[in-house]
Nanobody, 120 residues
Framework: VQLVESGGGLVQAGGSLRLPCVAS????????AGWYRQAAGTQRELVAN???????NYADALKGRFAISRDNAKNTVYLQMNSLEPEDTGVYYC???????????????WGRGTQVTVSS
């Protein structure tokens, strides 16, 4: 069972990126999930999260620029990032509560992160 983020890279200020986070392995599905980020020398911070019923929550400073969504059929959570700024540079991590079958239980997993670099 694992979470794998992708879609990071180098982008100019004002550009956009879409980060997918795919859950794979012996799972029944994803419950709640979230995206976090960590800039060099800082603590990891919440970007956005989404519940199983698609309710969303965002860091105040990112509302209107970032959007979290999910595709349950693909066991994937997305982070759409628009109007990127150099201050958005960092490693972006996915976090999810995964349903593990037989016997069914919920376990929290973290991905290894994907680097996003925004140039000015």
């Amino acid at each position: 069972v694992q979470l794998v983020e992708s879609g990071g890279g180098l982008v100019q200020a004002g550009g956009s990126l879409r980060l997918p986070c795919v859950a794979s392995g012996s799972i029944s599905g994803i419950r709640a999930a979230g995206w976090y980020r960590q800039a060099a020398g800082t603590q990891r911070e919440l970007v956005a999260n989404i519940t199983s019923s698609h309710s969303t929550n965002y860091a105040d400073a990112l509302k209107g620029r970032f959007a979290i969504s999910r595709d349950n059929a693909k066991n994937t959570v997305y982070l759409q990032m628009n109007s990127l700024e150099p201050e958005d540079t960092g490693v972006y991590y996915c976090n999810a509560d995964l349903l593990i079958p037989a016997p069914e239980r919920v376990r929290r997993y973290w991905g290894r992160g994907t680097q996003v670099t925004v140039s000015s």
